[in-house]
């Protein structure tokens, strides 16, 4: 088969298009750019697509789009998944079309924001695009995958005021008695981030939370640790730690066995951590319990 022939090739096309045209104007690519990248194709999707005023929608989102948000890759990721699992259900090979509905169902301001400066219905392009594939024109909107957590990649976590009081409750008196006194090193400092993450784990385990609070609780409660860490211990932010050169100068022998300077790593990590634990414990009395 040829190489135009392949399935998902105009597919793969409007999705590097869509990536080329956020790269040109300095931003992140988003849903609202990947209109751009099926529109600029030669595909039913992109017919759809056609303002008709003599602009294409690339015109459009150049001239008069708003900047697009810096985070947006966890939203045209779930776009590109519905529009994977729409192709496999219809059996056919994915192509632009799936993905315009895709976008179309997900509905970002974004996405509906280009489509109204554009002069373009929403409704009309479905249809459109509908009967291009041979989907009947009532198809019910297509099932979105879930979201990556919030706090992962590049999707911002909860706000604190979103978080699960019990759960912020806890954390707060964690930062309000953090055992900034007791740090003497570099390796303090990471014994303390590593000691609040893990109690961060620990308190959404003990809640049931789901991922969403799971996430933006740890990724919240580290914001909020290395804040008082840079406030109050300035002299550590920062500090060097072990010189690069060190684990290079090992004999030639030992090469064969590389994963064991990995291995006991781990290990002087884990150990470090723990004696931190043991010495800061007195810190922590009268934390309260979820």
Not at 204 to 228: K, N, T
Request: hydrophobic share 40%; aromatic share 6%.
């Amino acid at each position: 088969m040829a190489r135009d022939e392949e399935p998902g090739g105009p597919y793969l096309d409007a999705i590097r298009r869509a990536f080329q045209f956020a790269r040109e104007h300095g931003r992140h690519c988003d849903p609202a750019d990947f209109l751009v990248g099926l529109a600029a194709g030669s595909s039913p999707a992109a017919a759809a697509l056609d303002p008709g005023s003599g602009l294409s929608l690339a015109d459009v989102a150049a001239v008069s789009g708003s900047p697009a948000p810096e985070r947006g890759g966890y939203l045209h990721m779930q776009a590109q998944e519905a529009a994977r699992s729409l192709a496999a259900a219809r059996g056919q090979p994915v192509a632009p079309e799936h993905l315009l509905i895709a976008l179309l169902d997900q509905g970002t301001p974004e996405v509906t924001g280009l489509l109204s400066r554009a002069g373009l219905d929403p409704a009309a392009v479905r249809r459109a695009v509908l009967a291009a594939m041979g989907a009947p024109a009532d198809l019910p909107p297509i099932p979105l995958p879930a979201l990556t957590p919030a706090g992962t990649l590049d999707r911002p976590p909860l706000p604190v005021a979103d978080l699960d009081p019990r759960a912020w409750s806890v954390l707060r008196w964690r930062q309000n008695n953090l055992p900034l006194s007791r740090l003497r090193r570099s390796g303090d400092l990471l014994a303390l981030i590593h000691l609040e993450r893990a109690a961060a784990w620990r308190v959404a385990d003990q809640l049931g939370l789901d991922d969403d609070q799971r996430y933006s609780l740890v990724w919240q409660h580290a914001a909020q640790v290395s804040q008082r860490i840079a406030r109050t211990r300035t002299d550590l932010v920062g500090s060097p730690g072990p010189r690069p050169g060190r684990l290079a100068r090992r004999p030639r022998y030992l090469n064969v066995t590389v994963g064991w300077a990995a291995w006991f790593g781990n290990r002087r990590v884990a150990f470090r951590d723990r004696w931190f634990r043991l010495r800061t414990t007195s810190h922590y009395r009268g934390c309260p319990q979820p």
